[in-house]
């Protein structure tokens, strides 16, 4: 209880920081020239140990195509630093990608009731870290194994394996925002845990190559992007609470 109410102070307390900038970290600034996220570090340095291997056993072309897969898993993990915009209500986007989804739905697995949906397709060249998309209390995480239909597919969002967060506001508002694995992506990372308090624009995960990421708010919510839009996570406003 006690940890939950330091939660708590802290959450406040950077609210109200945060009310006197038009934009702000969610999170103390990377000090690496190219920050690289922690998940990532296996997959570089099996490739990299890959690749000095065919290099020591003189298989110069196979060691070329080793360090350029290496890179390009350096790149896909990278991770870097957003500012957030202060804006009042407003929804930030979740993940780097394209709108595929808009739209409000008569009922989902997250949310009772009516809710505004925004689904958003990463492929491969997108930021894969995921952030908060709205300050307030983790009430629930629920995973579910499932199939892996390409995850621009609409389909995807229920039947595909996905994590679900569900967050209340501090006006007792829900939302969810849903990890969705797609038809290459095999891992779902999110390590925030039930009763966290966090903060829009904080990380909490990832999705291992070429994922999606949905978002339900309540029906009464102002959508501020549409089907198409290029978004960046923690930095592009999606919508805004009533």
Known sequence: MAL???????????L??????AFFRAEPQ???AYPVAKAG???????AFTTFV?????????????????FFICYFFRDPDRMTPNQPDAVI??????IVYTGV???SPFIDGPCLKIGIFMNIFNVHVNRIPFSGSIKDIRYFPGKFYSADKEEASVANEHNAVILETPKHQTICFVQVAGFVARRIICFIQKEDAVTC???FGLICFGSRVDVYLPADAVLDAAKGDKVKAGASIIGHLA
Do not use: C
């Not at 939950?4 to 950077?14: D, I, K, M, R």
């Not at 109200?16 to 900038?21: A, P, R």
């Not at 570090?41 to 490739?47: E, L, N, V």
């Open 201 to 203: 624009g904080q990380r």
């Open 4 to 14: 939950a109410e330091q939660s708590v102070q802290h959450l406040e307390e950077q």
């Open 16 to 21: 109200e920081h945060q009310s006197k900038n």
């Open 105 to 107: 739905v008569e009922k």
């Open 54 to 70: 065919l290099a020591l056993s003189g298989l110069t072309y196979f060691a070329v195509a080793g360090l350029l897969v290496t």
């Open 93 to 98: 986007s979740p993940a780097d990608g394209r």
């Open 30 to 32: 990377g000090m690496s």
């Open 41 to 47: 570090w296996p997959f570089i340095g099996a490739s």
